[in-house]
């Protein structure tokens, strides 16, 4: 896959794909990241990028005229047809379901705003979709940017030691993935749950299953209001339900009791008399 990133910082964009998963994508072919500099396509002794805005204001504006240069010299370079997305707080919300769909396309551009915004005329003419990687704002579009092509680049097959991590991870299904442990088998007074002790297969992903279930459940229940849960997961989730009204708790769930932020009553996202079985 290639992807060309627009810039007024290509410097920040490129420093920061030399490292982990991204970095050996990279360096093995699976994915090219190159950069476009809206300076570069200035013509005044300044290299001027930006304006004040019409109608008064506060903040500056990204000029249309280096932008839409820069975006059409990146495009050149990418197999044609591939998507011009914008990195905008006011865009469509980032999601794996978007980084799945974006990670199987053979070229992406994107577009990293500074100031207060880009010059609506640069977006009309030469971007095809906006994209937020949250409600937040950003001072630059660089780190979205960033934050996107680290999601699609993880997710090309072969990007990971093993394939199976993207799919079984955390919203590929809908559900937050359950917790990990590693070596030692008891840290500071605190056990690895028995169920991932005991070599049964079976037995692991049963357990894998209900903390997922649980985890989403108390954490995100908009996903499960949003994605539904599969028989199984609705049905480890009513048995883990009846076991918290009883006392019992299930393995692992102590955990996610001590976190802070975690001891609320979980919020049924269907309000009253929402059946998950
Ligand atoms: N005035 C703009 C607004 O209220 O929407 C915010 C501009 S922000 C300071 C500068 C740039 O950062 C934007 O053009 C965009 O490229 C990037 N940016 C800020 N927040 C972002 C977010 N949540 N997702 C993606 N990009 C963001």
Not at 87 to 104: C, H, I, K, N
Not at 227 to 250: I, Q
Request: charged letters at 25%; aromatic letters at 6%.
């Amino acid at each position: 896959m290639q992807i060309e990133v627009v810039t007024l910082f290509p410097e920040m964009v490129r420093g920061a794909l030399a490292y982990g998963v991204l970095g050996r994508a990279i360096e093995r072919g699976l994915a090219r990241i190159g950069t476009e500099d809206v300076r570069a396509h200035t013509f005044d002794v300044h290299r001027t990028v930006d304006d004040r805005p019409y109608g008064g204001g506060p903040g500056m504006v990204l000029k249309p005229e280096p932008l839409l240069a820069a975006i059409r010299a990146a495009a050149a370079r990418l197999p044609p047809g591939s998507p011009r997305v914008c990195l905008s707080a006011q865009g469509e919300v980032f999601d794996q379901r978007t980084a799945r769909e974006l990670a199987g396309l053979p070229g992406l551009l994107l577009v990293a705003g500074r100031y207060e915004g880009i010059d609506e005329r640069a977006i009309e003419l030469g971007v095809d979709r906006e994209l937020s990687i949250g409600d937040y704002v950003l001072s630059g579009g660089e780190i979205a940017a960033l934050a996107v092509i680290d999601a699609l680049v993880r997710l090309l097959p072969g990007a990971l030691g093993d394939d199976r991590s993207s799919i079984e991870e955390s919203f590929s299904e809908g559900l937050l993935e359950w917790p990990h442990y590693t070596r030692p088998e008891v840290f500071e007074g605190r056990h690895v749950p028995q169920a991932l002790l005991s070599g049964n297969h079976a037995a692991v992903r049963r357990w894998r299953l209900e903390q997922s279930v649980a985890r989403t459940w108390s954490r995100r229940p908009d996903l499960i209001a949003r994605h539904g849960l599969a028989p199984e997961a609705s049905r480890l989730l009513n048995e883990y339900l009846a076991a918290r009204a009883g006392g019992g708790l299930g393995e692992g769930e102590s955990h996610e009791q001590d976190r802070p932020g975690n001891r609320e009553e979980p919020h049924d996202p269907r309000g009253p008399g929402f059946q998950t079985g």
